[in-house]
T-cell receptor, first 112, second 114 residues
Framework: GENVEQHPSTLSVQEGDSAVIKCTYS??????FPWYKQELGKRPQLIID?????GEKKDQRIAVTLNKTAKHFSLHITETQPEDSAVYFC???????????FGPGTSLSVIP | DAMVIQNPRYQVTQFGKPVTLSCSQT?????MYWYQQKSSQAPKLLFH???????NEADTPDNFQSRRPNTSFCFLDIRSPGLGDAAMYLC?????????????FGPGTRLLVL
C-alpha cells in the first residue's frame, strides 16, 4: 500500500523567510496530492493540491511542486507570517483503493 | 452551508460502554472516510466506503465498526472503548471519478474515555 514520508518533522523560520516541506510517496499509481494545514483542535484545512498531470501549482504565497519520476512533492511558503504557524500534512490518493494516506506532519513555527 | 457534519463534536463515554459517532454530508460524494487522530500525530485511516463497498485497514482494531446506510450518512461504532481510543475522529468525503476530486473534512468528534 501507499506510504508517505515527510520532512522535516519540525521547522522554525523567521517571519518573512521561506519554508519548504518535502514529501515522498511509494505508489507510482497515486495521482492526487493535497496539502493540509491543521491548527490546534481544528480539522485539517486544504491549502493547495496538485494532480499528477501538473508539475507545479501556485496560489499566492503557497506553491507545490511534483516530480512523478522521483515520486516526491514539496510545499513552498514564501514571505512567511506568524499565522502560518501550524502543523502541515502532505497526503497522497492511492488510486487503486481510493485511500488518502497522510504523511506524519511538519510542525512549522514562524518567529516574529 | 456545512458540507460535512459530525455529531456530536464532543463525546464522553465510559470504559467499555459502546459509543456511536455520526457523519453526514451534503456533497453527494461516493467515498466517505473515517480517520483517527491522536495528539501530535497524523490522521490515521480506519476504513472507508466507496458507495456501499466497505474497505477496512488491516490494522484497524475489531473494536471499530462502521455503517453507511445511504450516501449521506456514515457511522463509526466503537463497541468497547478503551482508554487508548480517546482521540479526535475525523470524517471526510471525496468524489472519485471526478478529475477535480478533493477531500473534504468534517469538524471532527473529540472522544474522551473515562
Amino acid at each position: 500500500g501507499e506510504n508517505v514520508e515527510q520532512h522535516p518533522s519540525t521547522l522554525s523560520v523567521q517571519e518573512g523567510d521561506s519554508a519548504v516541506i518535502k514529501c515522498t510517496y511509494s505508489d507510482s499509481a497515486s495521482n492526487y496530492f493535497p496539502w493540509y494545514k491543521q491548527e490546534l483542535g481544528k480539522r485539517p484545512q486544504l491549502i493547495i493540491d496538485i494532480r499528477s498531470n501538473v508539475g507545479e501549482k501556485k496560489d499566492q504565497r503557497i506553491a507545490v511542486t511534483l516530480n512523478k519520476t522521483a515520486k516526491h512533492f514539496s510545499l513552498h511558503i514564501t514571505e512567511t507570517q506568524p499565522e502560518d504557524s501550524a502543523v502541515y500534512f502532505c497526503a497522497a490518493l492511492e488510486t487503486s483503493y481510493d485511500k488518502v494516506i497522510f504523511g506524519p506532519g511538519t510542525s512549522l513555527s514562524v518567529i516574529p | 452551508d456545512a458540507m460535512v457534519i459530525q455529531n456530536p463534536r464532543y463525546q464522553v463515554t465510559q470504559f467499555g460502554k459502546p459509543v456511536t459517532l455520526s457523519c453526514s454530508q451534503t456533497l453527494n460524494h461516493n467515498v466517505m472516510y473515517w480517520y483517527q487522530q491522536k495528539s501530535s500525530q497524523a490522521p490515521k485511516l480506519l476504513f472507508h466506503y466507496y458507495d456501499k463497498d466497505f474497505n477496512n485497514e488491516a490494522d484497524t482494531p475489531d473494536n471499530f465498526q462502521s455503517r453507511r446506510p445511504n450516501t449521506s450518512f456514515c457511522f463509526l461504532d466503537i463497541r468497547s472503548p478503551g482508554l487508548g481510543d480517546a482521540a479526535m475522529y475525523l470524517c471526510a468525503t471525496l468524489q472519485r471519478g471526478d478529475r477535480q476530486e478533493t477531500q473534504y473534512f468534517g469538524p471532527g468528534t473529540r472522544l474522551l474515555v473515562l
